[in-house]
DNA sequence: AGATATGGCATCGTATACGATTCTGCGGCA
DNA sequence: TGCCGCAGAATCGTATACGATGCCATATCT
């Protein structure tokens, strides 16, 4: 699992804090894609050295939220669009695959607690805010893998979405639509898992949910064109 | 794609030959798991100062090859049994899942390119020698992958590559018998991309295979307590 | 005028220095 | 004896300093 913050209780390093600082400006949209970051520009507005900003790009870099050129410097990474789609492509599969190996180990009463996730999802589609709606989303199927054996997928998992987020604050804010559908596909997944289907088949439900939402994304894409 | 090697003609960096040095050393086994990484011995080893050296082990850090712990320091990343497990498993997904988007893809000739691979492999079974083998049998699946759309995704799959070479040189050293299975299960995966079999059979083939693997390590693990 | 050389500026890359933190082993005390 | 606390050493974390590199604007040559 990958640590993004510091033990509790324990001062955080000033690399720590400038990682945090500058992931939180990259994912919230206020460093957009293409922003150069400058080490001396950054450590001054921090009030640190070059040295732990250095560092927390590097970190960045290797996130896959920086790109880096020696010599040159950082910027925010540039996204064409083909890295939406193979980012919820990959996501599509590892999430899939996580959901899968979780399925068979959910109890009675984690299958309730997902549903009542999704009912609050479906609740909140008369205020319909796209943000709270997909960290729901998250929440929701955080709770589908929640018993996945497999580490190392549910890193993978976790770094998709936080790749996900930079690219889009949310899907849902292009393809409103989307939403209910999805809602429904939850329900009919815990079905699934909760009539112990075989978890193949429950693996390629997940999977298919989230491949459902990019294709309904690059429709409504090409469709206003 | 993660890039492990400097642009050529370009003088590589000090932080990046520490990388080289360092990674070399702990995937070549010559710095063994749980071997601490003093930043002072390392950059007097390799005669620069510490903080590049710093940088590398950061870098290693992201990779999953060494812990860190602040204020403490760093050290090649231990290893339980069941590291190696999941790390075979989601490769088994990954790699699986590749193949399947690539499958539909490749032509006549990409396809005769693999075959021929995997005789090679069938003609080195005579003097087994495990690492040629692995050597080969990624080159294999590469072959197989080849125009896998998703980047991401192929860039998943080395990584996990990475981390097996790490944790064990070979599978194959410790269960030959299975090397042989091995070719013949890549000749019948061979065949259901020849026939255009469903990209979905083919994946799940691809997983099992690798899975085949590692279940075959676990059992004759088992068997040898 | 257009292409090429040149100088200066912005920024990166790394060395060195030093304070901060953690570990270790020894001595005192119950 | 066994536990606590306290130097001292080892090591990390970061600041500062400066050389190296790439970029851009201007000057020079054809």
Redesign the pocket.
């Known amino acids: 699992m990958t640590s993004d913050a510091p033990a509790e209780g ?8 400038a990682y945090e600082w500058l992931r939180d400006r990259i994912v919230s949209h206020r460093f957009t894609p293409g922003y ?6 950054l ?1 001054a507005e921090l ?9 927390a ?1 590097r970190r960045l870099e290797a996130e896959g939220l920086v790109t ?7 910027q925010v990474a540039l996204v064409d669009e083909g890295e939406y789609v193979t980012t919820m492509q990959t996501l599509a599969v590892v999430e899939g695959a996580a959901t899968g190996f979780s399925a068979p180990l959910l109890t009675n009463e984690d299958v309730s607690k997902a549903r009542e996730i999704n009912q609050r999802m479906r609740d909140s589609l008369e205020h319909f805010d796209p943000r709270r709606f997909t960290e729901l989303n998250e929440e929701f199927h955080k709770a589908l893998f929640l018993h996945c054996p497999n580490e190392h997928l549910i890193d993978l998992v976790h770094r998709g979405w936080s790749r996900l987020r930079m690219l889009r604050s949310s899907t849902f804010s292009f393809v409103p639509g989307r939403a209910v559908e999805s809602v429904t596909e939850h329900d009919e997944l815990v079905d699934l898992i909760e009539n112990k289907a075989d978890p193949i088949e429950i693996e390629l439900a997940a999977r298919r949910h989230r491949t459902a939402t990019l294709d309904a994304m690059l429709t409504f894409q090409h469709a206003h064109d």
């Open positions: 324990m001062t955080a390093s000033k690399s720590q804090l150069r970051l400058v080490l001396s520009q450590a009030g640190v050295s070059t040295v732990p900003v250095r560092e790009v880096y050129e020696k010599n040159v410097g950082a």
